[in-house]
C-alpha cells in the first residue's frame, strides 16, 4: 500500500514538472522571440516615417541595437549601420516582399554574419527599401538552452518531490498500521479514516454482542442438562423418573448440537469459509429430501404437507440452498399448529426459480415482522410456547440467499399463518 501510494504520487509529480517545464520553455521561447520582433518592427515603422520627413535623417548619431540598411528600388545598399561593400539585396525574401507588399518579414541565418538575425523591412515613399535587423535565435536556437538551463531546477524538484512523496506515503500508512483493531480511537487517525473506525467498532460491538448471546444460548440447555443429570447423580430421583430425565438431557444435548451447528454454519458464512462450488441441481428432489428429514416431526404435529414435484433445475451451493429450504420447512412446521397444513409450491421464469412455503402457523406480528432475520432473534411467542431454536436459522437462510443473489420476502397474519417467497437466479450468480 505504503508502496502503491509512493508510486502514484512521484508518478504525478515528476509528469507535472515535465509538463510544467516543458510548457514554461515553449512559453519564455515565444515571449523572447515576440519581443524581439516587436521591438524591431516598431523602430523600423519609427525610422520610416523619420526618414520620409527628412531623407538625410540616416546621417544622425542613431541610438539603436539593430543594424540598419537602407536599398534602393533595385536592391543596391545605399547605406548599412555595420558593414561596408555589401552585395545586391535583392533576392532576400523580406526585401522582395517588402516591394510587392509594403513590408516584409524573415527569420534566418545572415549571410554576412552567420548568424541567426530577424529582418524587418518596410517600403518608403520614394521606393527605397528601410531593413532593421537584430540578432535572433530560432525558436528550437532559443528552446533547446532554455529547456537544458531547467533541467537542473527539475532534477531538484523532482528530488525533492520523490522526498515529499515518500514521507506523505509513510505518513498516510502510519495510523492504519499503529490502528488498535479491538479498540480504535478516531483521535489517532485522520478525518478520511473516520468510516473505517466506525466499521470496526461496529464489528467489534457485533462480535461482543455475537459473543455474549453465543454464551447465553448455549448455557441454558447446559444448565438444564446440569440439573438433571445432578439431581440423577445424587440419587434423590425416584426410578421411574430417571427415564424421563435421562431423555430430558438426551433432548437438551440435542437442543444444543443443533444451536452449536447453527453457530458453525453461520460463523463459516461470516468469514467465507465456505465451499463455493455450484452445482447443477433439481430443486423439487431437493424439497423432497427436506420433507423426507423433517417426516417426523411432520406426523408428531400431524401436518399436512402438500408439493406436487416438477422439474426445475438451476445452479446453486447445494449443502447452501438445502439449509435454506430445510430452515424454512423446519419453521413451517415448528411454528404451526397442531394438525395444521404446509403448501410448498416450485416455478420458474425465464432466470429465476420461485419457491413458496405457506403454513396456517402462529403467524408473526408486524413488529416482529421486520427483525424475524436477525440473529438470536426470536418472537416472545416462541418462548412462550417452548418451541425450542437458536434464532440463528433464518439470519443464514437470509446470509444464503445473499450469497445466491436471490431474494426472500415473509408475509405473515397472527394466528394465520406465514408465507416465505424465495426467488433465486438459475444461473450461477458471477
Ligand atoms: P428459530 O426458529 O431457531 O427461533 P429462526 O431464525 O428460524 O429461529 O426464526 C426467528 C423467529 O422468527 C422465530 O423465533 C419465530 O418467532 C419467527 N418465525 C420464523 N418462521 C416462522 C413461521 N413460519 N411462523 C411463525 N413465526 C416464524
Do not use: W
Not at 105 to 121: Q, V
Not at 300 to 314: A, L
Amino acid at each position: 500500500m505504503k508502496n502503491r501510494i509512493f508510486k502514484t504520487m512521484a508518478l504525478s509529480t515528476i509528469i507535472a514538472i515535465l509538463i510544467t517545464t516543458l510548457a514554461l520553455s515553449v512559453y519564455i521561447s515565444n515571449s523572447y522571440l515576440t519581443e524581439t520582433k516587436t521591438i524591431i518592427k516598431h523602430e523600423a515603422i519609427q525610422l520610416k516615417q523619420l526618414l520620409e520627413n527628412d531623407p538625410n535623417y540616416l546621417d544622425n548619431e542613431l541610438i539603436t541595437e539593430a543594424r540598419i540598411t537602407l536599398i534602393d528600388a533595385n536592391g543596391y545598399v545605399l547605406y548599412d549601420s555595420n558593414t561596408k561593400d555589401l552585395e545586391n539585396h535583392l533576392d532576400r525574401p523580406e526585401i522582395k516582399d517588402a516591394i510587392i507588399y509594403g513590408y516584409g518579414e524573415s527569420l534566418r541565418k545572415s549571410d554576412t554574419y552567420n548568424k541567426n538575425m530577424y529582418y524587418y523591412a518596410v517600403k518608403l515613399n520614394n521606393g527605397e527599401i528601410l531593413r532593421l535587423s537584430s540578432y535572433s535565435n530560432s525558436f528550437m536556437g532559443i528552446f533547446i538552452p532554455t529547456l537544458t538551463n531547467s533541467l537542473f531546477i527539475m532534477a531538484i524538484l523532482i528530488i525533492l518531490c520523490l522526498l515529499l512523496a515518500n514521507y506523505q506515503a509513510k505518513e498516510i500508512v502510519k495510523p492504519i498500521n499503529n490502528l488498535n483493531l479491538a479498540n480504535p480511537q478516531k483521535e489517532d487517525t485522520y478525518e478520511e479514516l473516520a468510516p473505517l473506525v466506525d466499521n470496526l467498532n461496529l464489528h467489534n460491538q457485533m462480535r461482543k454482542e455475537f459473543s455474549a448471546n453465543v454464551s447465553h444460548e448455549l448455557k441454558t440447555p447446559l444448565t438444564s442438562i446440569s440439573g438433571y443429570a445432578e439431581i440423577m447423580a445424587n440419587g434423590i430421583a425416584k426410578e421411574e423418573d430417571n427415564k424421563l430425565f435421562a431423555q430430558k438431557i438426551y433432548d437438551e444435548s440435542q437442543n444444543l448440537i443443533n444451536k452449536i451447528n447453527d453457530i458453525i454454519k453461520i460463523s463459516k458464512l461470516d468469514e467465507n469459509r465456505i465451499d463455493l462450488e455450484y452445482q447443477r441441481i433439481n430443486y423439487s428432489q431437493l424439497i423432497n429430501n427436506c420433507i423426507n428429514k423433517l417426516e417426523k416431526f411432520i406426523e408428531d404435529k400431524h401436518i399436512k404437507v402438500n408439493f406436487t414435484s416438477k422439474e426445475i433445475y438451476g445452479f446453486a451451493i447445494v449443502y447452501v440452498m438445502e439449509d435454506i429450504i430445510y430452515n424454512l420447512i423446519q419453521n413451517a412446521i415448528k411454528y404451526n399448529k397442531n394438525n395444521g397444513k404446509v403448501d410448498i409450491d416450485i416455478k420458474q421464469d425465464r432466470k429465476n426459480v420461485i419457491i413458496t412455503i405457506a403454513d396456517t402457523g402462529i403467524g408473526i406480528s408486524d413488529m416482529d415482522i421486520d427483525r424475524i432475520y436477525e440473529r438470536f432473534f426470536r418472537s416472545d411467542r416462541s418462548h412462550s410456547s417452548n418451541i425450542e431454536g437458536s434464532g440463528l436459522g433464518l439470519a443464514i437462510v437470509k446470509h444464503g440467499i445473499n450469497l445466491h443473489n436471490g431474494t426472500i420476502t415473509c408475509d405473515s397474519k397472527l394466528n394465520v399463518g406465514t408465507t416465505f417467497t424465495l426467488s433465486i437466479p438459475k444461473e450461477r450468480k458471477r
